[in-house]
């Protein structure tokens, strides 16, 4: 596609069960960033990959979060025996492995946790 | 450590007046500057971005934005605004002496264009 897709977009889920989200890049695309975005704050990193190695997962809040990319394309974030406190839109990026460029945005996933 | 500040959650104005939505950053080294725009149910859209040269850049929509090295800032401008401008901006920044090419962003800063 054009642009860099994500599933699901809304994914209401009980305390306790994992989840798992999806980001597909735009083609060509291989740095692959995920970041957590709360109401009314600007996104917040999580992780980021070139290619299917993980380059940095310092902003993972605890070891309940996950992700991998393991053929370099298509990735997917994992939450763990989710907490009400996970709730957030949950947003993918993808660019050109170049620290000068920018960053194309998903739509994201809203993640409810009850 | 690095950081980005919005002072703003709000800028209002009338339409056909010119526009600046406030940043400033803090960043060990020499910054990588951005400027997203989101509208509502819809992603972040990359506006412009400050790598080297120009303090002036030019970007999408008729945004602009200064770099300011002295005052540490990165105001976002447009000479007229237009009701469809309204929507959230978010500034963002890379330590360029970072390994990693992960973004920090502000807290973001609506801005509201009336009639």
């Known amino acids: 596609g054009a642009g860099v897709s994500q599933s699901p977009r809304y994914k209401v889920t009980k305390r306790g069960q994992d989840v798992a989200l999806r980001c597909d890049p735009i083609?060509?695309?291989?740095?692959l960033y995920w970041y957590r975005q709360a109401l009314g704050q600007g996104p917040e990193f999580l992780t980021y990959?070139?290619?299917?190695?993980?380059?940095?997962k310092s902003g993972l809040p605890n070891d309940r979060f996950s992700a991998e990319r393991p053929e370099g394309s298509i990735s997917t974030l994992t939450i763990q025996r989710t907490e009400q406190r996970d709730s957030a839109m949950y947003r993918c990026?993808?660019?050109?492995?170049?620290?000068?460029?920018?960053?194309?945005f998903g739509p994201g996933t809203r993640l409810t946790v009850l | 450590a690095q950081s980005v500040a919005q002072p703003e959650d709000q800028v209002n104005v009338a339409e056909g007046n010119p526009l600046t939505v406030k940043c400033t950053y803090s960043?060990?080294?020499?910054?990588?500057l951005f400027w997203y725009v989101q509208y509502p149910n819809r992603g972040l859209q990359f506006l412009l971005k400050y790598i080297t040269g120009d303090n002036l850049v030019k970007g999408s929509y008729g945004f602009e934005a200064e770099f300011n090295k002295s005052q540490t800032s990165f105001h976002l401008k447009k000479p007229s605004a237009l009701v469809s401008d309204s929507a959230l901006y978010f500034c963002a920044v890379r330590d360029r002496m970072d390994s990693s090419y992960k973004l920090i962003f502000g807290s973001g800063t609506r801005l509201l264009v009336r009639p």
């Open positions: 083609s060509g695309h291989v740095s």
């Open positions: 990959f070139n290619y299917e190695a993980q380059q940095d």
């Open positions: 960043v060990s080294g020499n910054p990588y």
């Open positions: 990026a993808s660019s050109f492995p170049d620290s000068t460029a920018e960053q194309f």
